[in-house]
Each structure stands twice: as C-alpha cells, then as structure tokens.
C-alpha cells in the first residue's frame, strides 16, 4: 500500500513536470516579465473584490488551525491514546517541546505566560512564508484589463486556460494566491502587536513602576546632572519603542517582499531548474524571518519583564 | 545630456540597496567572525552563541532591509 502511494507520488511529479514543458511554449514563446506592485491585488470574486495577501492569509490560518486541531484531537477529548503519541500528534508534540525549550532558555521562568503568543507567531510567520513557495501562488488568477500605469500584455487562449504572452496588448494578470506577508498591513500588525503585548507583560511583570522606564520623574526630581540624564535616556527609550515597529514591520515585508520578487524575475529568466536553487534559499529566509520574529520578540520581552531597580 | 526620470529612478534604486548593503555585509561577516571564534573557543555554549548571534544578525540585516525598502519604493511607488 505504502508503495503504490510512493510510485503514485513520483508519477505525479513526472506528470506535472511534462504539463508544464508542454503547456509553457503552448501558452507563450518567451516566460513572460512578471508584473510587480507593492500594494495587493485586487481579485473579484463575486460581487466583492478582495486583496489576494487576504486570502494567503486566510489559507495560511486554515493550514494551521487544521494541522493542530488534528494533531490535538487526542488530547482534547481526553482519550487514553493521548498518553502514547502517535502520527499527527507526535509531529504537533515535537514543534511545541523544540520551541517551547528554545524559549525557556532565553527567558527562564517567565517563558510560561509568553510561550502561546510567541509560538504563534513564530508558527504563523512560517507558514505564512512557506506556503507562497507552493506552485500557484502568483502565477494563477484572473486575467483583466490593464489599468493605467500597468504594462499590458497579449493573450492567448489554450483550451479553457487563458495564458498571458509577452507580446504588448491591454490585458494583465491578477493572482488569486499571495503570500500574506508581501502585503506591508500584515507585518505592520504582527509588528504592533508585538509590541503592545511587550508592554502588558511588563506592566503584569512590574506593575505600573513599569512606565518609568519611559518617563523617569524619580530620577529628575533625585536631581543632579544624572537624573536629568536618566530621564532624557526614558525619552530615547520611549521613542525606541516606535522604531522597533517600523524595523520589525519592514524586516518581515522587506525579507519576504523581495523573495517574491526574486522567485518571480528568476523564473521569468530562467523557467527551468535554476528557480530550484532559489527555492531553497526562500525555505531558509521564511524559517529564519519567522525565528527572528520570535526571538526579537523574546528579547525585548526579557528586557521590559526585568526590573529596573534589579540591576544596581 | 537629457536623463529621464524612468532612468534616475533605476539608477537610485541600484545605489540605494548597493550602497546600503556594504555597511551590513561587513557587519554580519564580523558577527559570523565572532560567533565561529566564540563556538571554537567554548563549544558547549555553542547553543546560546547561535541565538545571540542570530539576534545580532537580525539588527544588522535590518539596516540593509531599510535600504532595500527604499529601493522597492523607488522601483515600484515612487
């Protein structure tokens, strides 16, 4: 049984691998220069239009929810096979312990309250990033009318597709698929959200002695040249906090961003086996964009949580 | 010589992100540097290394990002 799926799988592949080096010179003659825009597309789907990073991040959400709900559906219902981990539920297990214990080790005991939020976002960005290396994600949509501004291009129709060609015509691509994070709102998001929650944490940690961090009228009315400069270095503080969600915002999108960008000029370039390369380095940005996401998180988390009174 | 806006605009966008990238680049190398140094010195810690210097990686690369986000603008808004 297991073979069969295995051969299954590898006459899948070969058969994709055929379609696609026979319906690329059907549809075209040269790969066509991708579009690119910041913004999202629009697609109409319906009576609506909907920005495609949504829908990226909605079947990245599913993905998730899916893969733990079946994962925990043991435990939760409170079966004795939850004890011996099998399947779905030791794969689930095994991300939950890595993380949880990397965390541990930075943070120590304060881990426990933040591990809920920092894992998700961690898990979240991943599969956010990974899920845009999937076939389909930009590259299949709706054909439209270019609108001003937009290069448009040819098209021809092979049985009921409609291809793109790179001859100049009025018409363009809209992509039903994109990665959530090439859309600046969802990193701009994470990004206040995590730095609104390293706020509650630090004033759950601290009480509210925690905004003297910001506004430090203890040390400026202790008086002398260094209270002064206490309280100017809770002002630089203050205004740190703000550039850490433009950094955080713009590291993400940016990373991820010109991912897209280079996936989609390579491909344009060269369709065949070089994008691969490429591939694997996107796998290795989405994972380490997604740790960093999670550490700096973590990081600055340790230093709100950590008293100021402690040290001296 | 006439130069189009088109033109300038791909010529700031190429030195936006090349000229920003030189700082991070040596940056990074430099935190590798340490980090292999660190690991080879005391390689049970090699585990706390690896995340600080992740971290520092992280704050390094984030000024090249803010350089390539200038590029990206001028490319595609600007």
Redesign the interface.
């Known amino acids: 049984m297991k073979r069969v799926a295995k051969v299954l799988a590898v006459l899948v592949l070969i058969g994709l691998c055929a379609f696609s080096c026979v319906i690329g010179p059907l549809g075209q003659k040269q790969v066509v220069q991708p579009h690119i825009q910041m913004a999202a597309e629009m697609v109409p789907i319906g009576p609506v239009k909907v920005p495609n990073t949504l829908i990226g991040l909605l079947l990245a959400d599913l993905v998730l929810i899916g893969l733990f709900l079946a994962g925990t559906r043991h435990i939760r219902a409170g079966r004795p096979e939850a004890l011996v981990p099998r399947g779905l539920q030791n794969l689930v297990e095994a991300i939950y312990e890595f993380l949880a214990n990397f965390l541990r080790g930075i943070l120590g005991e304060r881990a426990e309250k933040m591990l809920p939020l920092l894992i998700t976002f961690f898990l979240f960005i991943l599969v956010a990033n990974w899920i845009e290396l999937f076939p389909g994600f930009d590259t299949v949509g709706v054909i439209e009318e270019a609108r001003e501004g937009v290069e448009g291009h040819a098209v021809r129709t092979v049985g009921p597709l409609i291809f793109l060609t790179n001859e100049e015509g009025e018409y363009t691509l809209v992509p039903f698929l994109r990665a959530a994070n090439t859309d600046l709102n969802v990193p701009l998001a994470l990004a206040l959200i995590s730095v609104f929650m390293t706020q509650v944490y630090g004033v759950q940690t601290l009480g509210w002695g925690y905004f003297s961090r910001f506004i430090n009228i203890k040390a400026l009315t202790s008086g002398g040249f260094m209270g002064l400069m206490n309280f100017l270095v809770g002002l630089l503080e203050t205004l740190s906090e703000f550039t850490k969600i433009i950094s955080f915002g713009f590291r993400l999108f940016g990373n991820i961003f010109a991912g897209m960008v280079l996936l989609l000029v390579i491909s344009s370039l060269v369709p065949f086996v070089a994008p691969v390369v490429f591939y694997i380095l996107e796998l290795f940005v989405g994972a380490v964009q997604a740790l960093v996401f999670m550490m700096l998180t973590a990081a600055f988390t340790a230093v709100a949580t950590a008293g100021h009174g402690e040290h001296h | 010589m006439e130069i189009s806006p088109e033109v300038m605009k791909l010529l700031a966008a190429g030195l936006a992100i090349g000229l920003g990238a030189i700082g991070p680049g040596i940056g990074i190398g430099l935190v590798g540097l340490g980090g292999a140094q660190a690991t080879g010195r005391n390689p049970e810690a090699s585990?706390?290394i690896l995340?600080n210097m992740?971290?520092a990686i992280?704050f390094a690369?984030?000024v090249a990002?803010?350089a390539?986000?200038v590029a990206?603008?001028l490319l595609?808004?600007a």
């Open positions: 585990g706390t995340t992740i971290l992280a690369e984030a990002i803010y390539l986000v990206l603008i595609f808004v």
